[in-house]
């Protein structure tokens, strides 16, 4: 027995002092995601993004990550975990996270950390988040160039500022060419019922929309526009290959550039906490390229990406809000915490927000 | 071909009940080595990982008490109800209701501080709790609604309806329009146990308290008594005098009090704070550690534990080792089969029969019945 | 008139994969087992449908395979239940937890590719017909299947000799066995096409509603079958009923919200679960027709005496 178990502690020595080796001349880089990565949606797009670090830094790093990690306690651990480890750089995916990664960021100094689409930042601790809202803005002019009855269908999840920017975006591009433009919205209260947001997509064309946009990962509602020869623009990642004649483009997260940038940083030792929006300029907001539709919508829809990403922000005035009262005078650029903490709807949104 | 064929015991075996976990655990070591070294990655390390780390670094075993600790509290109340043969699934809506009772004080009234607010907030988290399972113990005894169907239909709306708190009226103003309430103040906040050494808070105290008062009702009282005679035979317990009703609702307040202290405990213990999501399904795994734990409170702590461990161990081998939350999922899956199929042989012993054997053996029947006759 | 049509039709499509996991359920339950696996029979047979519908190309395999599975699946748990006498409950539960890990692990590959899916039926002259053209003869299959299974199930339970003996095994398995039947063996064929039948509501899943797999897209539907089931009283015409009443209420809401109804969303997208409760309180106050529908020896195990 005795001799069982020294056998059995030599050999937990041997991993572990292998594993220590290998751990000293390799940058560990690991992420946490809030979903599984086989969502195909956010997290599967991180994950890609881990993935091509792997890929363009080789064996100069070792990545690491947990996927399905819920809010709250999960998260605490998940983070402290991570850091004890030996991970060096930790990325954590979800806005939920945020004060699960400022606590561990405060208790382990020496590790650096980056959070999304938050908004608390740290010695250690790092914040990045993309400007989806630009890509939006195309697609509210799209889809008012394309669609017949100048009614959009908006499948939403929940209502938190980075949802309602999105709407407010992509209502103030297609109000730049049709101004009575409308949009029904639908919150499934899921970021995760294929299901239901294919039910969704069927309620909203039954209702006289006849395209269909989508802040939900699956590819469920496109599919429904696919089957009614309708269109829609998909999400997170180019969904062409489930609608090929549906999908007019689509909002993508690309995070690989950013990821790669950050962990090479770590590598050289000049990484320190920034506080960065990424958008259409730095490619981490992409539009898939873009099909069924006519060429000079198509130009159209060049022409804007190509101004946005000259600088030019949709959030310009003038604006007005919801019930009318002014938000932004002619030429004024809306700052990025109201935008962060966006929780009112512009001119012309049809819904309301749950005060 | 083979049979099985289950041989019921005169009483249950003393050596199996002590033994089985041992052999569960031994079928799933083999088993999981077989599965992971498929996988390419050494068995070895894999357990190492999974089982030893979690229980020899003591920040882990901080971990551990606190994923532990609503687990074993809603499973001690579930389990009076279970033995009661009252079907309360809907523990998780009953640890909603608790958290959203209990959060109402330090949201509603941040101002008010002192060291009453931290009992008081437990008190209405087990009132929470308990008038949440108030609502199907009433369908029950006033109409005869089944509550499988009415507790389990209640936890979705219990969570849209935390939902809708922290996105509407309770969100935090300063919150940048984040779904989620302020944090909560000082007092408000269950304290941590040893805060240098991690982060295990009272919440995993009150489990271990619940779970032996539990089983002091259970085993030395007349109440548990009546649970046990109403839940094996409600005729007989009729006879006796015991209200079928008055149990019903007994079972459902206690088992929904003790949930709801379980959901005030975690979020006033270690969230801080209401959010959309505050349980990752800690209501139903409860079901499973209360059968596990073989409805006994002190079996319950123990297998609280473990399931709890398995969650950590999952976690570990997917960061050490990347081996997929899925792979982990599976091995939990796997644990609990082997669990559960050993406990048969408590009561049971197992027999193989061979099909080919059956004729013979059929035949040496035969053969004894005359020789029976004659020696008659 | 036209979306009057495309709303039954949403909503049949949502019922369908409720009714079918509910109706084998069902007959589950009437044998006197209580599976609460169904949600893990489920998901696996979404993506052994998904699975073999993708590898093979042809959806109808993979309805095949969405079956399969979850038959194969299902044994599991019978062994576990009726040959070791486990406690049904647990085992039910800890399937669930095996199966959502195994979908995920058998389906990594097949994350982002487009499924097969299975046709709607077109039959020339009647499926153009106006109104009923589409509703009675331009669904998709497992629709029309969901509907005559339910009819069979509710003829074999009622009309058959089998069916009076599998129910009086529900009612009481210890005088069932007195007579001589094999309890065991009845149980195990029910178990069995219990998880057929929820691998084939999985399949409708990732073949018809949503073609396409991702993890856990069962996302609860196995759960509300099972309350469908004590919502009917073990009866199938209501598990029909049941299951379109909650489809109905759940698009419904969908549509409340795309018409602009100021209320807040999660009020609504609740309803579903609190109709269930109030129309299960509203029929089940006749209390003797509950209980005498209510298979007495549900959730005990089994072990034939020698």
New interface residues.
Partial sequence: MKKLLIALMTTTAAFSLAASAEAADKLKACWVYTGPIGDFGYSYQHDQGRLEVEKALGDKVETAYLENVSEGPDADRAFERLAREGCKLIFGTSFGFMDAEVKVAKKFPKVMFEHATGYKTGDNLGIYNARFYEGRYVLGQIAAKESKSGVAGYIVSFPIPEVVMGINSFMLGAQSINPNFKAKIVWVNSWFDPGKEADAAKALFDQGADIIVQHTDSTAALQVAEERKLHGFGQSSDMIKFAPNAQLTSLTDEWGPYYISRVQAAIDGTWKPDNVWLGIKDGAVKLAPYTNMPDDVKAMAEATEKKIAGGWNPFTGPIAKQDGTPWLKDGEVADDGTLLGMNFYVKGVDDKLPQ | MMRLELVKRPQRSALFSALSPFMAFVLTIIAGAIMFALLGVNPLTAFRIYFIEPVSQVWQLHELAIKAAPLILIAVGLSVCYKANIWNIGAEGQFIFGAIFGSAIPVLFPQFEGPLVLPLMLLLGMVGGAAYAAIPALLKTRFGTNEILTSLMLVYVAQLFLDWLVRGPWRDPQGHGFPQTIQFGDSAVLPELMPDAGRANWGFVFALIAAVLIWILMSRMLKGFEVRVLGSSPRAGRFAGFGLNRMVFFAFLLSGALAGLAGISEVSGAIGQLQPVISPGYGFTAIIVAFLGRLNPLGIVAAGLVLALTYLGGEAVQSALGISDKVARVFQGMLLFFVLGCDTLIHYRIRLIGLALTKPEAAAKLEAAPKLKEAR | MD?TV??LL?IA??ATPLLIAAIGELVVERSGVLNLGVEGMMIMGAVGGFGAGYLTGSPWIGLLAAIAMGALFSL?FAV?TL?????Q???G???T??G???S??M??SF????GERLPNLDIPGLTSLPVIGRLLFGQDPIFYISIALTAAVMWFLFKTRTGLTLRSIGDSHASAHALGIKVIRYRYLSVIFGGACAGLAGGH?SLV????W????T???G?IA??LV??A?WRPWRVLAGAYIFGAV??GQ??A????I?V????L??LP??A??VV??LI??N?RL??MNTPASLGQPF?P??
């Fill in positions: 979306i495309n709303i949403t499509t949502a599991l576990m040959s070791l006498a486990t406690n409950v647990a085992t539960l800890s399937l937890l095996l959502l890990g195994l995920g692990m389906g990594t994350v982002g590719q487009p899943l509603y949503t073609p396409q991702v993890e856990n897209m996302a609860g539907r759960w099972l309350a004590v919502f009283s759940w698009i969908l549509h919200q795309a018409f602009g100021p807040p969303s999660q009020m997208s609740s679960y609190l269930t409760i299960l309180v089940s106050r209390k509950t209980m072990v005496d020698r």
